[in-house]
């Protein structure tokens, strides 16, 4: 088969969102067009459809080395199959869970400044206030940046109750239960509004949204010891959006892990947080790692396990030391210190 023919089968694959084909075919097609000088015009996009391939199949760092091609290859100029700051945003996104900040930070500009859409500008702005969290523990600020992302969604001024889930995490963090509670409760209650709107007939986002909320209050629920409560929660979430890929399998096993604790279920919660490192190492996505290493060292404290308690939390303070996540490290010590160690 010739390159030229490889490629628009490869890029029909995409338009009709068969990731596996293009997976499939994405080493051949980069390596026969690689090799011929006519083809090298279809570089560009041949890269970027196998980089969104990748990424829908969550091989997260061989697709964020194929979007670097895309979009700073010496053939970036030729990109046309995907607008420039959809593929920007999207490996943003793939730098963010593996824990590329830096990076994040440096290739999300352009779409900041205004590039893009307002919808991939608010997107942008979401994501910088992750990172602003996880590195400074501000919450002032990273709550600023909610407001900035829901003005340039179209927003009125102020936190759009939609990202209101990422207010309600960083409140849970802090131990401010209450308040994370209500917050995360009129998202649930909006977005429930929204498939009452839609006429029982929901959108896909509006489905995964509400899942989202729902998933995000139960971990407080189980942190204000209502397990019964969280259950329900937790089932409904996987319900409503099945945890049919990676990221969304650790999350679902990561509420389980803490059901099962609050359950006083020790050797099920340790299954379940020995799945959230199986999963998030294959991912390599190293936040999610160290979230897993601290889930194994808490199971372990509860069940008098102490030496393996401190050698899961030495790995997960060294992680987000390694990270940049200073509140989260300084909470590792302060466990670690609690079994007579240190870092």
């Known amino acids: ?17 068969d990731h596996a084909t ?62 420039r700051p959809a593929v ?44 602003t969290w996880r590195t400074t523990g501000d919450l002032d600020a990273a709550t600023r940046l909610l407001e900035q992302s829901a003005v340039a969604a179209g927003h009125a001024s102020g936190l759009w109750w939609r990202d209101a889930v990422y207010r309600g995490q960083y409140l849970m963090e802090l131990g401010r239960l209450g308040e994370a509670q209500a917050v995360l409760r009129h998202g649930v209650d909006r977005e429930v509004e929204e498939m009452r709107a839609q006429d029982h007939q929901p959108d896909r986002a ?17 942190r204000l010891g209502r397990v019964a409560e969280a259950e329900e929660l937790h089932a409904e979430s996987a319900r409503l959006m099945p945890p049919d890929r990676q990221f969304g399998r650790f999350t679902w096993h990561l509420l389980a892990a803490e059901i099962a604790t609050a359950r006083h279920d020790l050797a099920l919660a340790t299954e379940h947080a020995d799945t959230c490192l199986e999963l998030t190492t294959r991912l390599r996505a190293r936040p999610s790692m160290a979230v897993s290493w601290k889930l194994q060292g808490r199971v372990a404290r509860d069940g008098d396990r102490v030496p393996y308690a401190i050698e899961r939390f ?18 590792m010590r302060a466990e670690l210190v609690a079994l007579g160690t240190t870092p």
Do not use: K
């Not at 088969?1 to 969102?17: I, N, P």
């Not at 890269?47 to 080395?65: G, P, S």
């Not at 290739?107 to 992750?130: C, H, M, Y």
């Open 1 to 17: 088969m010739g390159s030229l023919q490889q490629f628009l089968d490869m890029q029909e694959a995409a338009r009709v969102h």
């Open 22 to 83: 293009v997976v499939e075919l994405g080493p051949s097609v980069l390596a026969t067009i690689s090799a011929e000088p006519r083809y090298h015009v279809m570089l560009a996009d041949a890269h970027v459809i196998y980089a969104a391939a990748l990424n829908e199949h969550e091989q997260l760092t061989d697709a964020i080395e194929h979007f670097e091609h895309a979009l700073f290859g010496p053939d970036t100029d030729d990109l046309s199959f995907y607008a």
């Open 88 to 131: 920007t945003v999207t490996l943003a996104n793939a730098y963010w869970r593996v824990g590329r900040y830096q990076d994040l930070v440096h290739v999300i500009q352009p779409v900041l400044e205004g590039t893009g859409t307002p919808a991939q500008q608010a997107t942008a702005l979401r994501i910088l206030s992750s990172i």
């Open 206 to 222: 509006t489905i995964a949204n509400l899942a989202i909320f729902l998933g995000a209050l139960a971990r407080v629920e189980v």
């Open 314 to 331: 030495r790995l997960a303070h060294d992680g987000y030391v390694t990270l940049g996540h200073p509140r989260d490290a300084a909470e």
